[in-house]
């Protein structure tokens, strides 16, 4: 699949101070570039209400992104309390 970062994402990811879920999240990055489907994420879930939009669970952090086809794009990376008050829009 091919990866999208929105900006806000890159902003949210520099907030971050913990190294390891830094790493975990380029791991997982990586790992998302080499799947096929999204049905083959792990911990991936969709959002109630909308039509593509979806959330990875990464221990207390949430991955908030949109599903268009064979692109994803990663819109928010926030602490589980605030994500679903930014996204989605």
């Known amino acids: 699949m091919k990866v999208l970062i929105d900006k806000s994402f890159a ?3 520099e907030s971050i101070d913990n190294k390891k879920v ?20 792990h911990n991936c879930k969709k ?5 593509n ?5 990464l221990g207390d ?4 992104f949109v599903f268009n086809g064979q692109d994803i794009e990663f819109i928010r990376f ?12």
């Not at 830094?22 to 994420?41: C, D, G």
């Not at 926030?78 to 829009?89: C, G, Q, T, V």
């Open 78 to 89: 926030l602490h589980r309390k605030d994500i679903y008050n930014y996204f989605p829009d």
């Open 22 to 41: 830094l790493h975990a999240l380029v791991e997982l990055i990586e790992k998302i570039r080499k799947k096929e489907q999204i049905s083959q994420i």
């Open 11 to 13: 902003k949210d990811i």
């Open 61 to 64: 952090y949430r991955i908030g």
């Open 47 to 51: 959002l109630k209400g909308t039509k």
């Open 53 to 57: 939009a979806y959330r990875i669970r």
